[in-house]
T-cell receptor, first 115, second 115 residues
Framework: AQSVAQPEDQVNVAEGNPLTVKCTYSVSGNPYLFWYVQYPNRGLQFLLKYITGDNLVKGSYGFEAEFNKSQTSFHLKKPSALVSDSALYFCAVSEPSLYGNKLVFGAGTILRVKS | DTEVTQTPKHLVMGMTNKKSLKCEQHMGHRAMYWYKQKAKKPPELMFVYSYEKLSINESVPSRFSPECPNSSLLNLHLHALQPEDSALYLC??????????????FGPGTRLTVL
């Protein structure tokens, strides 16, 4: 079974500082990894995904993620945090099945950016 | 355009009521999903429709009944719900359900309260 882990329940960062939200994965075969963000009382918004190719994936709103096969990690990063980046972030992995692909989500990490 | 719409935004119902949630997408996506999400938790997959056919049912109680009238619409019929069913119900769609790299796009959700 495919799984992802988000080791931090919450990350606090000052506005203007770089931010990192961590994700590690456990998969059989090649990983298909995703990051989503959820603002309060809203649905999930897709940020970026890794399928194959470059280990540095660029996504929406200035976010990027670094795929590291040796460390089985897919950390989300942004060079300069904004207060508006404060939200709940989910890492996910695509799990294949006979009947279609399912997203398996991590527990989520709350990001708080303080001005 | 990657918009998935959901109605209503909020729903309050009694345990004996029958109600329906509606989801719509006009992106030509071939898969549609229902998720249930409790506060600050990851979404839990309930159902997947692939090419308008139910492909995944994650052992959801029969008081939840999905329906896919056509490729753009997805309904979730609710009957005799319990207070513990109160949650945010999210709909998502994706272009090609057989592809592991397929991105799911989420709607804003329906906040359901069962009294």
């Amino acid at each position: 079974a495919q799984s992802v882990a988000q080791p931090e329940d919450q990350v606090n960062v000052a506005e203007g500082n770089p931010l990192t939200v961590k994700c590690t994965y456990s998969v059989s075969g090649n990983p298909y990894l995703f990051w989503y963000v959820q603002y309060p009382n809203r649905g999930l918004q897709f940020l970026l995904k890794y399928i194959t190719g470059d280990n540095l994936v660029k996504g929406s709103y200035g976010f990027e993620a670094e795929f590291n096969k040796s460390q089985t990690s897919f950390h989300l990063k942004k060079p300069s945090a904004l207060v508006s980046d404060s939200a709940l972030y989910f890492c996910a992995v695509s799990e294949p099945s006979l009947y279609g692909n399912k997203l398996v989500f991590g527990a989520g990490t709350i990001l708080r950016v303080k001005s | 355009d990657t918009e998935v719409t959901q109605t209503p935004k909020h729903l309050v119902m009694g345990m004996t009521n029958k109600k329906s949630l509606k989801c719509e997408q006009h992106m030509g996506h071939r898969a549609m999903y229902w998720y249930k999400q409790k506060a600050k938790k990851p979404p839990e997959l309930m159902f997947v429709y692939s090419y308008e056919k139910l492909s995944i049912n994650e052992s959801v109680p029969s008081r939840f009944s999905p329906e896919c009238p056509n490729s753009s619409l997805l309904n979730l019929h609710l009957h005799a719900l319990q207070p513990e069913d109160s949650a945010l119900y999210l709909c998502a769609s994706s272009q090609e359900p057989s592809s592991r790299g397929d991105t799911q796009y989420f709607g804003p959700g329906t906040r359901l309260t069962v009294l």
